[in-house]
């Protein structure tokens, strides 16, 4: 079965770096989504990416944030400058026919 | 506004009890429903989606959307250890399985043997 793979699993960094997450959706899968999920709380929408640009993002998503296509298969989450609060497990999912497909997510710390 | 609330438990039930997860919505004009399951350190796994008021079955899990209330629920029949997990009900406002989700916060189930 088709999976949505997301690398790495686990990513501690320190306060003020950068961090770039990374996805592989479903090849044949042409939307594309990041959610979040803060210990605890709610999953939450950030950006969904279409055509090679953003169709929809949430108010999460301030400049702090960015993401690519960078080469037609990889999708990345690029976080200028992390905060404590960025700390969470992040969540890439690819939509075909029959609906969402999310990854296993990246678990970010930020100390 | 919040677009949707679930009661995050926990809840334990013993093997073979018959589960019933829930959560409400608010209004919005075009809706689907999902009912998603996430094992610990895993990303959700769709379980069931529906469109309509009624309901909707798939083996022993039977998902029952009741727009007239704003109500939306998972029942697992038959429970077993295996469905131990946390079950996120999600809402898309879209006539489509595109668009962004809103999901409850999850309601953790355990089912022991």
Redesign the interface.
């Known amino acids: 079965e088709p999976e949505?793979t997301q690398t790495p699993s686990h990513q501690v960094t320190q306060m003020g770096q950068e961090v770039i997450l990374r996805c592989v959706p479903i090849s044949n899968h042409l939307?594309f989504?990041w959610?979040r999920q803060i210990l605890g709380?709610?999953?939450?929408?950030l950006v969904?990416f279409y055509n090679n640009e953003i169709s929809?993002k949430?108010e999460i998503f301030d400049d702090q944030f960015s993401v690519e296509r960078p080469d037609g298969s990889n999708f990345t989450l690029k976080i200028r400058s992390t905060k404590l609060e960025d700390s969470a497990m992040y969540?890439c999912?690819s939509?075909g026919?029959?609906?969402?497909?999310?990854?296993?997510?990246t678990?970010l710390t930020v100390v | 506004q919040k677009e949707v609330e679930q009661d995050p438990g926990p809840l334990s039930v013993p093997e073979g009890a018959i589960v019933s997860l829930n959560c409400t919505y608010s209004n919005s004009a075009f809706q689907y429903f999902m009912w998603y399951r996430q094992y610990s350190r895993k990303g959700p796994e769709l379980l069931m989606y529906t469109y309509s008021s009624g309901n909707k079955e798939d083996g022993r899990f039977t998902a029952q959307v009741d727009k007239s209330s704003k109500y939306i629920s998972l029942f697992i029949r038959d429970s077993q250890p295996s469905d131990s997990a946390t079950y996120l009900c999600a809402k898309g406002n879209r006539g489509s399985t595109l668009g962004r989700l809103y999901f409850g916060r999850g309601t953790q189930l355990t089912v022991w043997p």
Not at chain 1, 41 to 45: H, L, W
Not at chain 1, 97 to 105: A, E, I, K, V
Request: aromatic residues 32%; neutral net charge.
């Open positions: 949505v939307y989504y959610y709380q709610k999953v939450e929408f969904s929809e949430s969540f999912a939509v026919l029959y609906g969402y497909t999310f990854g296993s997510g678990r």
